[in-house]
Nanobody, 122 residues
């Protein structure tokens, strides 16, 4: 059974950086794609970034391009999201997810973590 556990969220000021992590266990063929989504209060969960487990085919939400970087460590079975130049609009619960196809659609991802809160103050 695939399990995802996020960590690394917190409270930061605008302009600061933060790195969130997602430990993946029980990998199967359904975990070829690793993604990050986020959900702000009162809003729908939105796609942020994905990467293939082999490190190829990265893709980002337009509003985070150049500020966020997704990466993975295959030895540690962990996927990371480096968040730089954070803005109050980035405040959300950040979720990692795994799936078998490249997609920015939430329904394409079968396994989800519990989320980690990132709060950016002005």
């Amino acid at each position: 059974q695939v399990q995802l556990v996020e960590s690394g969220g917190g409270l930061v000021q605008a302009g600061d950086s933060l790195r969130v992590s997602c430990a993946v266990s029980g990998r199967t063929l359904s975990t070829h794609v690793l993604a990050w989504f986020r959900q702000a209060p009162g809003k729908e969960r939105e796609f942020v970034a994905y990467v293939m487990w082999d490190g190829s085919s990265k893709y980002y939400l337009d509003s985070v391009k150049g500020r966020f970087t997704i990466s993975r460590d295959t030895a540690e079975n962990t996927v990371y999201l480096q968040l730089n130049s954070l803005q109050p609009a980035d405040t959300a619960v950040y979720y990692c997810a795994t799936g078998s196809v490249l997609s920015n659609i939430r329904a394409r991802y079968a396994h989800w973590g519990q989320g980690t809160q990132v709060t950016v103050s002005a």
